[in-house]
């Protein structure tokens, strides 16, 4: 079994929560100050915010406040350590059924026999 990652655990966790989800595709388009953010949600700032912050937590997003407003921006490097975990399990999980595909192959062949 592989190594605990908090990194990417923490990734995950943020990425668990479709709140949480659709916030980073609107920030896949570009920056968006807070209060966008929240108004398809239908939840109230301070859950938001909360929200945003395991976003962050994750490094995920960042955040600057230009007098009242805060706008978060996407980090989308930062999503590069689930991509590379999802590719390795993508090949682990390639090879096992090729390895199943050729074990059947081989019984059908010796059947045919």
Do not use: N, Y
């Not at 570009?30 to 966008?36: F, I, K, L, N, R």
């Amino acid at each position: 079994m592989a190594k605990h990652d908090p990194t990417l655990s923490r990734l995950f966790h943020a990425l668990a929560d479709d709140t949480r989800r659709g916030a980073l595709t609107r920030l896949a388009k570009a920056p968006a100050p807070v209060t966008e953010l929240a108004e398809p949600t239908g939840l109230k700032l301070p859950t938001v915010m909360r929200h945003l912050a395991v976003l962050e937590e994750a490094g995920l997003i960042t955040s600057f406040k230009d007098g009242r407003t805060r706008t978060c921006a996407l980090v989308p490097e930062a999503l590069e350590p689930v991509r590379s975990w999802i590719e390795e399990q993508r090949a682990q999980w390639e090879a096992r059924l090729d390895r199943l595909d050729a074990f059947v192959m081989q019984i059908m062949k010796d059947d045919e026999q």
